[in-house]
């Protein structure tokens, strides 16, 4: 979150905080935020998230570390962490697809076959549509 919210970001993040109860079962589910903590969890209140666990890494090399921050600009990367019986945590995988190159008109799916909305929309007949992004807020239905 720079000066405001990216709209991708969130509407991803809103598809996880509602998913975060099956998930707790089997992980621990982190949104971690370049954003001070205080600003990003007024920004979970607002958008109403109740169960995913946000994390500030501000002041830390964390998203540089782990592929989130490149010259200083905010990536979506997700990352997958592992804890053995010693406690020793491990890197375990990243989503670098980030990092390749889409094809021509396409945007980049790294993330895509976990983000529920893009999953229905490409079962529309208009699939995905070139000129739909997300948005904080999408007023009425029409």
Same mark, same amino acid.
């Given at each position: 979150?720079?000066?405001?919210?990216?709209?991708?970001?969130? !509407?991803? =993040?809103?598809?996880?905080?509602?998913?975060?109860?099956?998930?707790? !079962?089997?992980?621990? *589910?982190?949104? =971690? %935020?370049? !954003? /001070?903590?205080?600003?990003? %969890?007024? &920004?979970?209140?607002?958008?109403? &998230?109740?169960? @995913?666990? *946000?994390?500030?890494? !501000?002041?830390?090399?964390?998203?540089?570390?782990?592929?989130g921050? =490149?010259? #200083?600009?905010q990536?979506?990367? *997700?990352? @997958?962490?592992?804890?053995?019986?010693?406690?020793? =945590?491990?890197?375990? $995988?990243?989503?670098?697809?980030?990092?390749?190159?889409?094809?021509?008109?396409?945007?980049?799916?790294?993330?895509?076959?976990?983000?529920?909305? $893009?999953?229905?929309?490409?079962?529309? /007949?208009?699939?995905?549509?070139?000129? &739909?992004?997300?948005?904080?807020?999408? #007023?009425?239905?029409?």
């Amino acid at each position: 979150m720079d000066e405001t919210p990216c709209p991708s970001c969130t !509407a991803f =993040v809103d598809e996880l905080d509602g998913a975060e109860p099956h998930v707790a !079962a089997h992980a621990n *589910l982190v949104v =971690v %935020a370049r !954003a /001070p903590i205080d600003r990003l %969890a007024a &920004w979970g209140r607002e958008r109403g &998230w109740r169960h @995913v666990r *946000l994390l500030s890494s !501000a002041g830390t090399t964390f998203a540089r570390d782990y592929g989130g921050e =490149v010259d #200083g600009q905010q990536m979506p990367m *997700l990352n @997958v962490f592992t804890r053995d019986g010693a406690g020793t =945590v491990r890197h375990f $995988w990243g989503s670098e697809m980030l990092y390749a190159d889409s094809d021509a008109g396409e945007d980049p799916r790294h993330v895509g076959t976990i983000e529920v909305a $893009w999953n229905l929309f490409d079962l529309l /007949p208009g699939g995905r549509g070139a000129d &739909w992004e997300e948005q904080l807020d999408y #007023g009425s239905c029409d």
